[in-house]
C-alpha cells in the first residue's frame, strides 16, 4: 500500500511552501501601496486565497483524487499539452530560483559583503536538489522538521508590546498610498504557494481531512502575517515603515540581549528553513511536470538538469532590484496560474462527467 501523507504534514507543507522571502518586505508594501492601516488589505487576500483553495478541493473532489496529469490527459492530446507544461515547469522553476537568489541577495548585505554570493546560492541549491531526490515524503518530513525549528520565532512579538502604540494606526482607513491594484497584486502573492498542493493529490488519502489541511496551513500564515503586520504598523510610524527597506529585520534589531551582537543576523539564519522548503516545493512542483514529459528520464539525472538550469539563471539578475523585478513579474505568472489552473481543469472535468454521462 502506498504511503500517504498526514493533514498535519499537508498542512506544514502548505505553510512553508507560502512563507517566503515577501514576509521581509510585506509590511512596507501595505503601507506604501494602501497606507494608513494598509495592514486591513490582508484579509481581503485571505479570502481570495482561500476561495481559490476551494476551487483547488472542488478538482479533489470532481476527480476524485485523480493527478492533475491524468485528468488533463484524459481529454487533451499529449502533444498538445507538452507546451503547457513546459510554461509551468519554467516558470516554477525560475520563480523558486528567484526567491532562493534574494534570500542569497540579503544575507550577503547583512553578514558577508565581500563574499560572492552565489558561492552561498550553489550551498542552498545543493542543499535543495538532496531534499528533492529523497522525494515527497521525505520532503514533507524535512518540512514539519523545519516548521517546528522556525514556528517558535512568532513569540517574539511579544517583545514588542511594551513599545506597541494603537494611536500609530489613526482612525483613517487606507489614506496615502498609490498604485494599489500593482500592490494588491503584489500583497497577494505573500500567499502564494498553497497551489501546490495540487500535485499531492496522488499522494493524500482521499477525505476531507486532507484537503481541509491545506485551509489550516493558509490559516496559520494569515495569523502569522496579521501578528506581524499589526507589531510593525504599532511600533513604527507608517512614514518610518514607508522608509524601511526591510522593516522585519529592523524589528528584529530592537531585540538585544548582553551575550549576543546582531542577533537580527542569527535569527535571519532560521528563515533559510522557510525559503528553502519553499524553493524545493517549487521545484518539486517543475520536476513531476517535466517527468511527465520524459518519464523514462533517471529522476535523480532529470533534478541535476533543473537545479543547473536554476543556478545557470540565477546568475543573470545581478542586485536586489534586478531580483526584486524579476520576482515581480514572475510572481504575476504564477498568480495567473493559481488561478487559471484549477478553472481549466474543473471544466475538463465537468466535460468528461457530461462525456460520460452522454456514453453511459
Known sequence: MQQKISPFHIAVL??????????????????DYFGTNGWLVLIPCFLLSSFNIWLITLVFRLGQGRSVFVILEQSVPKVVLYPFYLLLAGTWLIFGCLIGKKYVLVFQMLSFP??????????????????????????SKAATLFFWMTAWMILLLVWFIPSFRWERFT?????????QVKGAIEVYSAFLGYELSFFLFPYVKKNKKSMLAIYAG???????????????FGFFSLGQIKKLLYPVLDLLAYIQFPFVERLENLLYGFFLFLILITVVMYWWAAQITVQRMVPKLNAKILLFILVFIAYGSSFIPKTLDQVDVWITNSGYAVTAIAFCLPMLLIVVLLFQRKEGATHG
Open 114 to 139: 565581500s563574499t560572492n554570493p552565489m558561492v552561498f546560492k550553489l550551498a542552498i541549491d545543493l542543499l535543495a536538489f538532496f531534499l528533492l531526490i529523497k522525494g515527497i515524503y521525505s520532503i
Open 14 to 31: 502548505t505553510y512553508m511552501a507560502q512563507a517566503g522571502m515577501v514576509l521581509f518586505t510585506l509590511p512596507r508594501s501595505l503601507a
Open 171 to 179: 482612525p483613517f482607513l487606507l489614506q496615502g498610498g498609490h498604485d
Open 218 to 232: 493558509n490559516l496559520f500564515l494569515m495569523l502569522n502575517y496579521l501578528g506581524l503586520t499589526l507589531i510593525c
